[in-house]
């Protein structure tokens, strides 16, 4: 993977971005409610940069990647989890993965997404359609993954997504996902919470606390300064006694590089790689979807991977 334009001006803006982007995993209420707060700001501006968004498009990407990294938090080992919306709208579709390591990647079906009229609003409703959202965890000792799906309700990331744990893992749970722009349209802050209801949490409890989840800032604007997301948290929630567990990077990261885009060639089928060897074009551009990342190949290398599989010709 090539990151076209790491976040940051200067190496010491590079590593000060990189300390912020992190997941907080905590506790309320003596354990009846697990969350997680997340500042993404430099995963989002990475993202879109190497995807080449427009506002749109970066707010509707950049939200499944908060979310999918907020679901990463309780993952472990090799474990990975991928999100997936398919959709009627203008949107299309999207795919994205986040792992147990904090690394997120992810891609658009449709970019540019087509614009009827300018945005009035960032309501994105009218943009998915009907469609689904389909869920797929990746667990290590898994013999197979799983995968659960629902129907869109809402058009919204963070609320199809919670409908998607309420109704196939029958699971209360909130999601708050938000991107802040300035005049110019640049990303300034993004950043997630993520709220679940543990088996012995009551609706009072689950109630109360989606209340207190609508009423909080927009945490695009809040990271857009230097808050410390473990202090909100603590402030917004002192009366349900947060308890901070662990926290880890979280990272806009794909791990494909020449050699496995390589190795994807060798698997083409023989008449057509022949064609391509013969005929081009060259160079030969294999572009990644899940970050964007270009490789060329030149005659000389189809030669040789040709010949590995016909040495006479």
Sequence with gaps: MQKKKPYGETLKEKLIASAKDRLHNFLLADGAIRGVIMNGTRMVNEMRANHE????????????????GLMSADLKSNDRISIKFDCSGPIKGLVVEANAFGEVRGFLKQVPIPLDNPMEDFDLSPFFGAGFLSVTKYLEDAKQPFTGQVMLKYGNIAKDLANYFLTSEQVPTAFNLSIKFDKKGEVTGAGGLF?????????????SLEERVTRLPSLGEVFTTDNDPVLLVTETFKDYSPQFLANRRIEFMCHCNPEKVHSLLTLLPIDELKDIRDNGPFPLEMCCHYCNTLYHFTRQNLQEIYGKRYPNN
């Design 195 to 207: 709220l679940q209801a543990m088996p012995r949490a009551d609706d009072d409890l689950t109630a």
């Design 53 to 68: 968004l427009g506002i749109l498009e970066t707010l509707v990407l950049g939200r499944a990647y908060l979310g999918a």
